[in-house]
């Protein structure tokens, strides 16, 4: 079963970093492809693509709130997604999540498709940012 781990999120003030991490096992790379991603959900709100990444290929979509400040990556061989994050925001308050599905993505999803196509979740880290 693929397991998702997220960490990195907490407390900083506007115009501050920060990196998650996301560490994934019981994926097999060998003749498959993935599209993983991070979402973010803040309360009373649906979940949000933030990035997304192909392992096949590098592609990488991001929501236009934040291109230009995040940016996603992969380790592969470490089994691992990152997302850094500059230029915080308190908009960028949420619970953020990691997600992989099995296929290059095209797009962002967000919302329901979000959930809808993406099977694997972690449990998510919290990242708060004051004004």
């Known amino acids: 079963a693929v397991q998702l781990v997220e960490s990195g999120g907490g407390s900083v003030q506007a115009g501050g970093s920060l990196r998650l991490s996301c560490a994934v096992s019981?994926?097999?790379?060998?003749?498959?492809?993935?599209?993983m991603g991070w979402f973010r959900q803040a309360p009373g709100k649906e979940r949000e693509g933030v990035a997304t990444?192909?392992?096949?290929?590098?592609?990488?979509y991001y929501a236009d709130s934040v291109k230009g400040r995040f940016t996603i990556s992969q380790d592969n061989a470490k089994n691992a997604l990152s997302l850094q994050m500059d230029s915080l925001k308190p908009e960028d308050t949420a619970m953020y999540y990691c997600?992989?599905?099995?296929?290059?993505?095209?797009?962002?999803?967000?919302?329901?498709?979000?959930?809808?196509?993406?099977?694997?979740w972690g449990r998510g880290t919290q990242v708060t940012v004051s004004s």
């Open positions: 019981g994926l097999s790379y060998s003749n498959r492809w993935y599209c």
């Open positions: 997600g992989i599905r099995f296929g290059s993505c095209y797009y962002l999803p967000g919302g329901s498709r979000a959930l809808a196509e993406f099977p694997d």
């Open positions: 990444i192909n392992t096949r290929g590098g592609a990488t």
